[in-house]
């Protein structure tokens, strides 16, 4: 199974030079939107619910203290992936991809998952706190399956102010 690494390798691939803090949400929404589409997870590295949304703390490990990253080769390789990671994470990215690292935030912070594992911590507590991949499951696959969900691309972001 690949690794959260090679996940992020194949996003910065594509995408080139990002902040720390958009890698850390495109790889999220990737996990998410993949058990709901293949009910698997994409890799096994867990998500945590910490002030800014969720984090792969395996992958803060290696960018902490960076604000912006441009390659990952280092630490993981984007062909281990598989077709339906590569596809899911493409998807993620036309969706996504536009959206900068705080608009993510915002996202993550008014959709269940990260509430629910948050619990009554405060919003900007510290937490270790998993996102349970059960949680991405339910959360993204009803998400996909409600025809009334307005398209991300399409928010309006003074909702989020």
Same mark, same amino acid.
């Given at each position: 199974? *690949? ?7 194949? %996003?910065?691939?594509?995408? #080139?030079? %990002?902040? =720390? ?7 999220? /929404? ?8 293949? @009910?698997?997870?994409? +890799?096994?590295?867990? %998500? ?18 960076? +604000?912006?990253? &441009? ?7 984007? &062909?281990?992936?598989?077709? =339906? ?12 991809? $536009? ?5 993510? &935030?915002?996202?993550?912070? $008014? ?11 405060? *919003? ?15 959360? /993204? #696959?009803?998400?996909?399956? $409600?025809? @009334?969900?307005?398209?991300? @691309? ?8």
């Amino acid at each position: 199974m *690949p690794s959260v690494h090679d996940v992020a390798a194949y %996003i910065l691939e594509r995408t #080139g030079s %990002i902040s =720390t803090w958009k890698l850390q949400k495109l790889v999220y /929404y990737s996990q998410a939107w993949h058990l709901a589409w293949h @009910d698997k997870p994409m +890799f096994t590295e867990r %998500i945590e619910a910490w002030a800014n949304g969720p984090v792969a703390p395996d992958l803060y490990a290696k960018h902490r203290g960076s +604000f912006e990253v &441009s390659g990952w080769k280092r630490w993981g390789d984007a &062909s281990q992936l598989r077709a =339906t990671d590569t596809k899911t994470i493409d998807i993620v990215l036309e969706h996504y991809g $536009n959206l900068t690292g705080r608009q993510l &935030s915002h996202l993550t912070h $008014n959709e269940d998952p990260w509430v629910d594992a948050r619990g009554d911590i405060g *919003p900007t507590t510290r937490s270790n706190a998993e996102i349970p991949r059960q949680s991405l499951q339910a959360y /993204y #696959g009803a998400l996909d399956a $409600n025809q @009334d969900v307005k398209p991300v @691309d399409e928010l309006d972001w003074s909702d989020f102010a």
